[in-house]
Each structure stands twice: as C-alpha cells, then as structure tokens.
C-alpha cells in the first residue's frame, strides 16, 4: 500500500519538465495514453510486490514512458532476410518490388498524385487506368472491344483515344448490345463487364481462377463485405436479385446462385457463340436469359463474388425504383417461360472423373 501511494496523478506528470519536452514530439493524446499505460503497470507491480521504490521516482517514470511512446509510434513492418527457400513467400510480403519501382512509388507517394484525375482532359478519371494496359498484360487479354449502343455525345471519341475497338450497335438494348460483342469478340475466352465503373478489373483474375473448369463464371454484387459504400444495392435490389436468382435456382435444380443481374461475366469461345446466335431478348433482361440459355445447354458455370462500386453517372434501370421492379417482373416471366419450354429433365455436366492434370497443375 506504501508503494501505492507513492503512483503520481496523470495532471502531476504531464507537468514534469521533461514530459512537457515531450509534447512537442508526440500528440496529447497519445502522450496522455502512454502515461495512463505506464501508471497501470506501476500499479499491477506494487499490488503484486514485484517492484522496489526506486521505480516510482519521476527519473523513473519519465525514462519508462520516453520507452513507451517509443514503442508506440515504432514501425512493425521490418526487414527480414528470406532463407526459407521460396521466392515468392506470403507470409514474407510475397516478393520485393525492384528499386526503380519502390523510387517512383515513394517519390509519388511523398506528395499528391493523379490517382483520380485525367491530367490530358483536366477532369476526373479513374484509378483503374493505371493498372488496365498491365492487367490486359497478366490475363493474356487480345483485346478489349467497346460495343457503342447509342452512347451520349462524345463517347465514340473517347473510346478512340484508347486501344480498344469500337463497334456500333444501333438497336437500342443492353441485350442487343451484348449480342453484338459476342459475334464480335474473337478470344478464346470472353469477359462481359459493363463500363459503369462499378466493377474492379482486378476481379478478372477471380473469374479466370476458374476458366479451366467452368465454361462460364458468374459474378454475384450480393456479397455484403464486397459492397462498396455509396453502391447502387440498397436492401430492395441485393434481395430482389438474390430472390429471382433463388426462383431460377429451385425451378432449374442448378449450382447456387444469388444475383441474377450481375453482367460482370467470364465465356468460353464455343459458349459465348451459343449465346449469340440463341439470344432473343434485346432489352435489359436479357442478362438473366444468358443465364438461362447457359443452364439449359448443359454447360458448366459457377458464381463467385466480386466487388461492386459506386457507379458512374445514374442507371436509366436501377435509378429507379419503380423502374427496377418493372424489370424484376418481366425477369420473373422469362424465367417462368423457360422453364415452361424446358420441361424435362435438364442436361447436366458430368463430374470430373479421371481427368488428366496438365504440369502446370490445371486440368486439360
């Protein structure tokens, strides 16, 4: 109890000369943290007898909260030396960048930069084009084509400043306006994604994880760690989407499935010709008909989640919430219908059964 009693009062250390030094080096806060951290250890030592009078001097005290706040404010993160044998090591920060580039990041970093903002047109840009050309790069991706569907004024010219290909669907529709990129897109595998901003091109790789096993790979905005704040999923779209994904789920006996609108989608060549020369439907349900048309072929499909953005500018579909339902209706008819035209029992793609695995650990 002796000890107890010899613990100073927070106000009667912060006013020590040499903690008032330290106020010019460290936030109040933090230094007021630090101090109550300190006190609380003195005091479980003089409870538990473990320590003498001479830890409780001011000298004391002011060199073990000086240790304090320097452990507080230390950098976690330090340099290792890998001699583990495996170059590219998770738990080691995967593999070091080589110095040019970790220059042009800290010279970039140390003050503001272009993350955001087209420095040509002097108007807002968007992050993802500075990873786009590399992306295209790392997914082995020929080309990127731009289906123009009646864009507003001035679109067809941006898209021509850019290396992409520009094709001109005059049919007012999304469903016509896919239709057309799929008789046009020449790759061996085909990625759907709408230039709304609201999806990551990063995600490409999520779909192609799966490209060797699936013919085609769904994506799902119905993931609530995925939903960006400020996105077009209030609680009316994610469960109406994850509901009519439902109704197509039960009716065709499928995989899981939770958003029957996400147009953010990876084909296969053959597939991707199946759905263009069967499609009928031009507007903006066609999206749930793709799925449809995917289910009934007997190919195989599988739904993974990926990210969903604030989208740019205001849907003529989704920005409506009247509008929205509309749509959710003639969904749920299409559905219905198919199924009606599709009565027995439904192909099936057989399971993997003494497939051969190439090298590379993929089947062939």
């Given at each position: 109890?002796?000890?107890?009693?010899?613990?100073?009062?927070?106000?009667?250390?912060?006013?020590w000369p040499e903690v008032m030094a330290l106020h010019g080096q460290h936030p109040r806060p933090v230094l007021i943290k630090a101090v109550r951290a300190v006190l609380a250890a003195l005091r479980d030592e003089a409870l538990t007898g473990s320590a003498d009078a001479r830890a409780f001097t001011e000298q004391a005290v002011v060199a073990r909260l000086i240790r304090e706040l320097g452990a507080a404010s230390a950098f976690s993160l330090k340099r290792v030396v890998n001699g583990t044998g495996v170059v590219i090591h998770t738990n080691l920060g995967r593999s070091p960048l080589p110095e040019s580039v970790s220059l042009m990041l800290c010279a970039v970093a140390f003050g503001y930069?272009?993350?955001?903002?087209?420095?040509?047109?002097?108007?807002?840009?968007?992050?993802?084009?500075?990873?786009?050309?590399?992306?295209?790069?790392?997914?082995?991706?020929?080309?990127?084509?731009?289906?123009?569907?009646?864009?507003?004024?001035?679109?067809?010219?941006?898209?021509?400043?850019?290396?992409?290909?520009?094709?001109?669907?005059?049919?007012?529709?999304?469903?016509?306006?896919?239709?057309?990129?799929?008789?046009?897109?020449?790759?061996?595998?085909?990625?759907?994604?709408?230039?709304?901003?609201?999806?990551?091109?990063?995600?490409?790789?999520?779909?192609?994880?799966?490209?060797?096993?699936?013919?085609?790979?769904?994506?799902?905005?119905?993931?609530?760690?995925?939903?960006?704040?400020?996105?077009?999923?209030?609680?009316?779209?994610?469960?109406?989407?994850?509901?009519?994904?439902?109704?197509?789920?039960?009716?065709?006996?499928?995989?899981?499935?939770?958003?029957?609108?996400?147009?953010?989608?990876?084909?296969?060549?053959?597939?991707?010709?199946?759905?263009?020369?069967?499609?009928?439907?031009?507007?903006?349900?066609?999206?749930?008909?793709?799925?449809?048309?995917?289910?009934?072929?007997?190919?195989?499909?599988?739904?993974?989640?990926?990210?969903?953005?604030?989208?740019?500018?205001?849907?003529?579909?989704?920005?409506?919430?009247?509008?929205?339902?509309?749509?959710?209706?003639?969904?749920?008819?299409?559905?219905?219908?198919?199924?009606?035209?599709?009565?027995?029992?439904?192909?099936?793609?057989?399971?993997?059964?003494?497939?051969?695995?190439?090298?590379?650990?993929?089947?062939?």
């Amino acid at each position: 109890m002796t000890l107890l009693k010899k613990i100073p009062k927070v106000d009667k250390i912060l006013a020590w000369p040499e903690v008032m030094a330290l106020h010019g080096q460290h936030p109040r806060p933090v230094l007021i943290k630090a101090v109550r951290a300190v006190l609380a250890a003195l005091r479980d030592e003089a409870l538990t007898g473990s320590a003498d009078a001479r830890a409780f001097t001011e000298q004391a005290v002011v060199a073990r909260l000086i240790r304090e706040l320097g452990a507080a404010s230390a950098f976690s993160l330090k340099r290792v030396v890998n001699g583990t044998g495996v170059v590219i090591h998770t738990n080691l920060g995967r593999s070091p960048l080589p110095e040019s580039v970790s220059l042009m990041l800290c010279a970039v970093a140390f003050g503001y930069s272009n993350l955001e903002f087209d420095l040509e047109r002097g108007v807002r840009g968007s992050r993802y084009a500075h990873v786009e050309r590399i992306l295209c790069e790392l997914t082995g991706a020929e080309a990127a084509l731009v289906v123009n569907n009646n864009a507003q004024e001035g679109t067809a010219e941006e898209v021509a400043k850019t290396d992409a290909r520009q094709v001109f669907e005059p049919k007012q529709g999304y469903g016509h306006a896919i239709r057309r990129g799929l008789r046009e897109a020449t790759g061996d595998l085909v990625a759907l994604v709408e230039p709304d901003g609201t999806f990551l091109p990063a995600d490409l790789l999520k779909l192609l994880a799966y490209s060797d096993e699936c013919d085609m790979v769904l994506g799902t905005r119905t993931t609530r760690e995925l939903i960006w704040a400020g996105s077009n999923m209030d609680f009316f779209l994610k469960w109406g989407n994850w509901a009519v994904a439902k109704l197509v789920e039960i009716l065709f006996n499928t995989s899981h499935l939770s958003d029957v609108g996400c147009t953010y989608r990876l084909l296969d060549r053959p597939l991707a010709e199946y759905i263009a020369k069967n499609m009928r439907i031009g507007s903006s349900h066609a999206g749930p008909e793709i799925m449809l048309l995917t289910i009934t072929s007997g190919a195989r499909f599988v739904e993974i989640p990926v990210n969903y953005l604030p989208r740019v500018g205001r849907s003529s579909v989704t920005g409506s919430r009247l509008v929205a339902f509309g749509l959710g209706l003639r969904m749920i008819g299409l559905i219905l219908r198919f199924r009606l035209r599709h009565p027995g029992p439904l192909p099936r793609p057989g399971a993997f059964d003494g497939i051969e695995i190439a090298p590379d650990g993929h089947p062939r």
